[in-house]
């Protein structure tokens, strides 16, 4: 009887640990997808008010980090408005892309076609000025490249490009070199950043993360901080040698 008793008030404490679990795993679930409100409601604010996209878009990004718990520093200064820019540097998280967002919007990124039709995240990549290419079309990278290219050159944009070509805590990775052959042909200097964050790996999205148990340790975790370091100005002459060049500088910061 004794045993009996035992075994339901173990089966009890499983089934208490469990629902909570699924709780706090709903809880967390549900803070995220507001992300997608906040998302909706400064897209919508973007067509109300379309000549303060840029203002909008940083204040959007800080909108996000600030509901994710974060706060935000950066050190050194952005590439200059005036000129045109490929910018550089590791890959650590899906906050990267906010956070350089929150700490320069005038900065833009590149994104496969497919993203232009997705609910809400689709409109919103197309009002800050996101590039949209076919990375499926392997058989045409030089005009893929030319396409890129010939945007930048005849624009003042920033273009931000992760050359590890992943998110990683690796700081070894090899980095690939496509985008300083395209900042070699057309003659656009690179500038080089670095992100960090604190705590670094509960703010990392690597190797088998999934976004709700990344999110459920954003959620649970206080004090984080996301920082960006701008460095400075490359001009590219050789690609191949230039991106280890540029690579072990990001390194020394």
């Not at 909008?56 to 600030?66: G, H, I, T, V």
Request: charged share 20%; net charge positive; hydrophobic share 40%.
């Amino acid at each position: 009887m004794q045993a009996l008793l035992h075994n339901l008030q173990l089966s009890c404490q499983f089934r208490k640990l469990t629902y909570t679990k699924a709780m706090k795993q709903f809880y967390h679930l549900s803070k995220a997808l507001f992300l997608f409100v906040i998302t909706l409601q400064y897209l919508i604010k973007s067509y109300i008010a379309p000549n303060k996209i840029t203002e909008l878009k940083q204040q959007w990004a800080l909108s996000l980090l600030n509901y994710l718990g974060y706060s935000v520093s950066r050190h050194g200064n952005p590439p200059p408005k005036t000129q045109a820019h490929i910018c550089v540097g590791n890959h650590i998280s899906f906050l990267d892309i906010i956070l350089l967002m929150a700490v320069h919007p005038e900065i833009v990124f590149l994104s496969k076609s497919e993203v232009k039709h997705w609910p809400i995240i689709g409109p919103a990549a197309r009002r800050v000025g996101t590039l949209f290419v076919n990375r499926n079309d392997k058989s045409n990278r030089a005009e893929l490249r030319k396409q890129i290219g010939e945007s930048l050159q005849s624009s003042s944009r920033h273009l931000a490009v992760f050359p590890s070509g992943t998110t990683t805590l690796d700081e070894n990775i090899v980095w690939k070199k496509g985008i300083f052959e395209i900042a070699q042909q057309y003659s656009i200097p690179v500038y080089l950043f670095k992100i960090s964050y604190t705590p670094l790996r509960e703010s990392a999205y690597i190797d088998d993360d999934n976004l709700i148990s990344t999110m459920s340790k954003m959620f649970s975790l206080q004090n984080k901080t996301a920082h960006v370091s701008w460095a400075s100005s490359f001009q590219i002459e050789n690609a191949e040698a230039d991106v280890e060049r540029i690579r072990s500088s990001l390194l020394a910061l």
